[in-house]
């Protein structure tokens, strides 16, 4: 007996394409629909019912066509119903990687990248990256499509992030709206701030154990709830991110350190002729006390003098 093969899964792609062509052959089927029966109604307005039904049906085909929300749904609903998991995570990552990794010249900065990638992820239409420093203080390092976030301070904020941190925790802000966010029996009080906005997640950028930023994303187009493939995939990713953040950190020092290095080697070469130039007037101001009378030695100091003031120069 020959062995089974595998069963194929049929791509995203292929489905979602066969899809939108049995939606068009019912809507073409609708319209032969509608203008049969006007046709078999018969009667002085079948001509205006004719052109009523077509354009009625042509307007909700423009609707669902136009409607972001609705295409949002569309594409839930399929890969509910038909696909085991929400993503096709090999797509997705290689999506993310590609926006993250790679520079195009277009000046858009590292931090832009991040934020794209995350909410290219789930159709998120932008976001803000906040980045956390070692005393556990945000600032809005970068955004894109997103109005500015001004994060606030204090306890109850490093609490949080070592809440986050600890548990690298996605926020899902339709879940915290009571004022605490809870995981396995542990609980926290989320800041007025953060409670306030009005956005779907945030996604947690740690290295090394250590968060060290905060990527706040926008509702998709048509709202849903985060589900534990929107966190796991979401973890993965900000792991990802924070690596690229965390890297970008260190050549950047690498590089500090290095202009520095030259800076020094620089300033040792001036250092050393100062030192040269003081020890001259010095000896000619200890000479000068002695010989201040001699015609000659007087000629020798002013030349010793313009020659150190060009030096100087």
């Known amino acids: 007996m020959s062995p089974k093969l595998p069963c194929r899964q049929s791509s995203r792609a292929a489905t979602f394409q066969s899809v939108s062509l049995i939606a068009i052959l019912g809507y073409l089927a609708a319209m032969m629909s509608a203008s049969w029966l006007a046709g078999a109604i018969g009667g002085d307005w079948r001509r205006g019912a004719e052109i009523g039904l077509i354009v009625l049906v042509t307007a909700v085909a423009i609707a669902v066509v136009v409607s972001a929300r609705t295409r949002g749904l569309f594409k839930v609903l399929i890969a509910k119903h038909v696909f085991e998991h929400r993503y096709d995570y090999r797509r997705e990552w290689a999506r993310f990687t590609n926006t993250v990794g790679r520079e ?78 809870t995981q396995g ?23 090394g154990g250590r968060l060290i930023g905060l990527v706040i994303l926008e509702h998709p187009a048509f709202r849903r709830q985060i589900d534990w493939e929107d966190l796991d995939l979401f973890r993965t990713a900000g792991v990802q991110a924070a690596s690229y953040l965390a890297e970008a ?59 150190s003031v060009k030096k100087m120069n």
């Not at 100062?274 to 000629?299: G, I, W, Y």
């Open 104 to 181: 195009r010249g277009d000046g858009v900065s590292l931090e832009e990248r991040i934020i794209k990638g995350l909410a290219d992820i789930a159709e998120a239409p932008g976001g803000v990256l906040l980045l956390v420093d070692s005393h556990y203080q945000l600032t809005s390092a970068a955004r894109w499509n997103a109005a500015p976030i001004a994060p606030g301070a204090g306890d109850d904020t490093e609490a949080v992030l070592r809440f986050i941190q600890d548990r690298a925790y996605v926020l899902a802000f339709d879940k915290m709206r009571g004022g605490l966010i």
């Open 185 to 207: 029996g542990h609980s926290c009080a989320v800041p007025a701030w953060l409670a306030r906005l009005e956005s779907w997640a945030g996604v947690p950028l740690i290295h």
């Open 249 to 307: 950190k260190g050549q950047q020092a690498l590089a500090d350190a290095r202009r520095f290095d030259e800076f020094n080697r620089r300033f040792a070469f001036i250092i050393h002729d100062v030192k040269n130039l003081v020890s001259q007037l010095s000896l000619v101001a200890r000479n000068a006390e002695r010989h201040a009378d001699n015609p000659a030695f007087r000629a020798d100091m002013a030349l010793t003098l313009q020659s």
